[in-house]
């Protein structure tokens, strides 16, 4: 359900609470599902990072993949998720803008795309986290279809969770749920710096 009962209209005056069941008909179980979490807002990876909390809590064996945060950065949710026994792999090298040598980037991207390939089709973990993939594949770092591919042929039991701004529509096309963040309000383009426990 969702978080709230209530309807605002465009007026921003709360409606009637639903009084009607808004669940559809005919709903079944699936054996895993395909998330992805996109948009210019703030939230995608920490979502994803919840969603990696509930696996570990119903005994899941969780793997992540992150793809452009470095693997020096040692931001939180990697060192909550070692301490938990989520197996971590960093395979970016940082901020592009940052970089001095793209090409370095791009084939460190590539390799780290085969690894978590492997991961995937391994069968070894129920949840497997795939962290700002999507710039690798809007880039053209690696072949959108392939990932696609990858997704589609992974064990029955494997769950997916993608994040990144700008998903090709073809990610969108195969995964279950998608969620776009907007952005509204940010601190960072107020001029406040990221800040330790809430933003990494």
């Known amino acids: 359900m969702s978080e709230s009962n209530h309807r605002q209209s465009d007026s921003g005056i709360v409606e009637e609470p639903l009084t009607e069941d808004p669940r559809p008909d005919g709903l079944q179980s699936a054996p895993s599902l395909v998330v992805l979490n996109t948009g210019n807002g703030k939230g995608k990876s920490s979502s994803a990072f919840g969603m990696m909390v509930r696996g570990l809590a119903v005994d899941w064996n969780v793997a992540v993949c992150q793809f452009i945060k470095s693997g020096d950065w040692r931001v939180g949710e990697e060192k909550m998720g070692r301490k938990l026994g989520v197996e971590w792999h960093s395979f970016g090298d940082g ?106």
């Not at 090409?103 to 949840?127: P, Y």
């Not at 392939?146 to 993608?162: A, G, L, S, Y």
């Open 95 to 200: 901020f592009t803008w940052d970089s001095d040598n793209l090409d370095h980037d791009r084939n460190i991207a590539r390799e780290g795309w085969e690894q978590a390939a492997a991961v995937i089709s391994g069968g070894d973990h129920q949840l497997v986290i795939l962290d700002e993939l999507t710039y690798l594949c809007s880039w053209g770092w690696i072949d959108t279809s392939e990932v696609v591919d990858t997704i589609k042929q992974r064990p029955d039991h494997v769950n997916i969770v993608i994040t990144g701004r700008d998903a090709p529509q073809d990610l969108i096309d195969i995964a279950d749920t998608v969620t776009e963040m907007t952005e509204i309000k940010h601190a960072y383009s107020q001029g406040i710096r990221a800040k330790r426990g809430i933003d990494y």
